[in-house]
């Protein structure tokens, strides 16, 4: 059975930095992406960037320049490595894997950013 574990959140003010981690368990032979989300206080959860089977990459247009989605295959460990964060970005932050019969969530880290 497959699981994600993410790591790497806290609390920081704005402009600093944080890389997110999270670490697959499980053998995987294929998948269709590999993300990560997040959810604001009282909002709905969103994309925050995506990399498929395919190897392409997107990122929410708020996020862009900002957040690099990047994998560790040895590792079977997705980054999200953030940089110049805003009080905006403050949510908890999940770790997706889409199957191609399904999709896998991890438990969420929450990522605090003060102004």
């Known amino acids: 059975q497959v699981q994600l574990v993410e790591s790497g959140g806290g609390l920081v003010q704005a402009g600093e930095s944080l890389r997110l981690s999270c670490a697959t368990s499980?053998?995987?032979?294929?998948?269709?992406?590999k993300g990560w989300y997040r959810q604001p206080p009282g909002k709905t959860r969103e994309l925050v960037a995506v990399?498929?089977?395919?190897?392409?990459?997107n990122y929410a247009d708020a996020v862009k320049g900002r957040f690099t989605i990047s994998g560790d295959s040895a590792k079977n460990t997705l980054y999200l490595q953030m940089n110049s964060l805003k009080p905006e970005d403050t949510a908890v932050y999940y770790c997706?894997?889409?199957?191609?019969?399904?999709?896998?969530w991890g438990q969420g880290t929450l990522v605090t950013v003060s102004s």
């Open positions: 499980g053998r995987i032979f294929t998948f269709k992406s």
């Open positions: 990399v498929t089977g395919g190897g392409s990459t």
């Open positions: 997706n894997l889409a199957l191609p019969f399904g999709e896998v």
